[in-house]
Each structure stands twice: as C-alpha cells, then as structure tokens.
C-alpha cells in the first residue's frame, strides 16, 4: 500500500513517521508513505505557489498548476492509477468505515490544501475524494492526512501488540459500533476509587458481560446513534436489550 502525500510542509510528517507504534508499519514498507512537495513544481524564481484570489478577498490561494505537475510526476511512479484525495472542510467526514475502506487499499495520493484552499480547477480536474476531519477549520490538510495515516497504519496486521487489539476499540464492527468499554490498570485503588470487582474476579464470562454493559450504557448515554446503528444492524442480542431497556 502506498500513500503520496502533496504538501507544502513535508517535515511536519516526521514525527508521525518515526514515532509510536506504527512507525514500524511506515519503515516495513507495510503502508508506504512518499511526500512530495508543490513547491518543487513551481516555476520562476521565486518557486510561486499560490497567488491572490480573482474577485478579491482576504489570503492567498494554491496554484492549480504545481500541483497538477506534482501529481503528474506521482502518478508516473505509481504502478496503479491512484484515488486523489483532497482534504478539505467540504469533504465527507472521516469515520472508522472510510478509514477500513482505505486500510484495505492499494492506497492514494493525498492532497494538502494550505491557505484559502486551492484553485478549484485542479479540484475539477484530478481530485476523486475529499476528506473532512470535522466541522472546524485547520491551517491546513497536513494534519488531517496524518490522522488518516495514522488510523490506517494501525489496522495492518502485526502493527499493533495484540493482534485483534483494534477489534476491541470504539467503532469497529467486531464489537457492533460501540464505543469502548473503560478501561483501568495498577494501583488497585488509586485516589481513593476502587477498580471495578468483576475486573479482578478471574471469571472471564462476567468480565466480558460487564465490558459489553459498560459499551452498551457509554453509548447510550454519549452515542445513542450508536445503539441505534446496531440494532438496525442486528448487532443487539435480547440480553443487551434487557439491559438497555433499564435505562429508559
Ligand atoms: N477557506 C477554507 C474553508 O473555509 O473551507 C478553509 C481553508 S483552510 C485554512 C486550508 C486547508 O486546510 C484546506 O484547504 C484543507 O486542505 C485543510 N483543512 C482545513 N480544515 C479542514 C478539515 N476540517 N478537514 C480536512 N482538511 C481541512
């Protein structure tokens, strides 16, 4: 799998790409990550990337046309004909469906707008997909082409420790869409609050019951779209429904 990322700041993709646990994924090759920058397609001297908006207004926008040679000179070195992704506050909101969509790719070439946005003929032109990571606005796509990444690189299999450790976080159809149960570790006490008994009965049948609970009630309580999702999806047994029905 192989990502290109289009960005103007390259070096902010260090960090992610050296750190933590899925930097093995991205030093394997397992999710190949190449990053190049617009400004090394721009023309004259002064390497011009962006220039003032036709009709006014405030910033500046990216020219359409460093980055069409930028993608161009991507698009020669990938064997397949890549999805272009945008990142853009217009995209469709990022989710843990879309993010196995991409997991289970041949991967993308990633767009990182900077500015105003750019030029929306190169948007036309090239882009397949545009990405959102909420409603809010960010200085920039790099940020959010880093969270795609990120989700991505840490479903490979052998990336994380345990290997179904992802089918028990929030989201993951394993556990029908729920978010995730609590989770505690040493001292046994710690300010005073106590661990939950069941965590340290030894039975394992009860201390699962009582995560499916805890996912059950938190997503009730925070997510209730949630629950709502699973039972449409079947995903809710007559027990669950007995212990939800408690709630109302
Ligand atoms: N003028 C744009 C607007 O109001 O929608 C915002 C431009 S923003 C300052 C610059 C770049 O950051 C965008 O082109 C986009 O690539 C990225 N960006 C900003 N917010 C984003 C978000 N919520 N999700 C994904 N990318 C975002």
């Given amino acids: 799998m192989r990502f290109d990322v289009i960005t103007l700041f390259p070096e902010l993709f260090s960090p992610l790409l050296s750190s ?29 990337v962006d220039d003032r908006p036709f009709g006014g207004g ?3 926008v ?25 990142f853009s506050p217009a995209g469709q909101p990022l989710n843990h469906a879309m993010v196995e969509r991409w997991a289970g790719s041949q991967g993308a070439v990633l767009v990182c707008g ?42 490979q299999p052998g990336v994380l420790n345990t290997a179904d450790s992802h089918s028990q976080d929030s ?3 394993a556990l029908d ?23 340290l009965s030894g039975h394992h049948g009860q201390i699962e019951r009582w995560r499916r609970e805890q996912r059950l009630a938190l997503s ?16 809710l ?7 939800l029905a408690r709630f109302v």
């Fill in 20 to 48: 933590g646990i899925t930097r093995r994924a991205y030093e394997s090759g397992q999710v190949e990550v190449k990053l190049s920058n617009p400004r090394d397609f721009a023309g004259g001297n002064y390497k011009r």
């Fill in 58 to 60: 405030p910033g500046m």
């Fill in 62 to 86: 990216m020219l359409a046309e460093p980055l069409a040679q930028c993608l161009k000179a991507i698009q020669s070195k990938r064997a397949d004909v890549a999805p272009v992704v945008l």
């Fill in 114 to 155: 900077r500015y105003e946005g750019i030029d929306q003929r190169f948007i036309d032109e090239h882009v397949t997909h545009q990405v959102s990571l909420g409603d809010f606005v960010l200085s920039g796509g790099e940020i959010a082409a880093m969270a795609l990444l990120d989700a991505v690189a840490r479903l």
């Fill in 171 to 173: 989201f993951n159809p």
């Fill in 177 to 199: 869409g729920l978010l995730d149960c609590p989770h505690y570790t040493r001292p046994e006490s710690w300010a005073g609050r106590p661990v939950p008994a069941v965590l």
């Fill in 220 to 235: 009730q309580r925070l997510r209730p779209d949630l629950i709502e999702q699973a039972r449409q999806q079947g995903g």
């Fill in 237 to 243: 047994t007559p027990e669950d429904e007995a212990f």
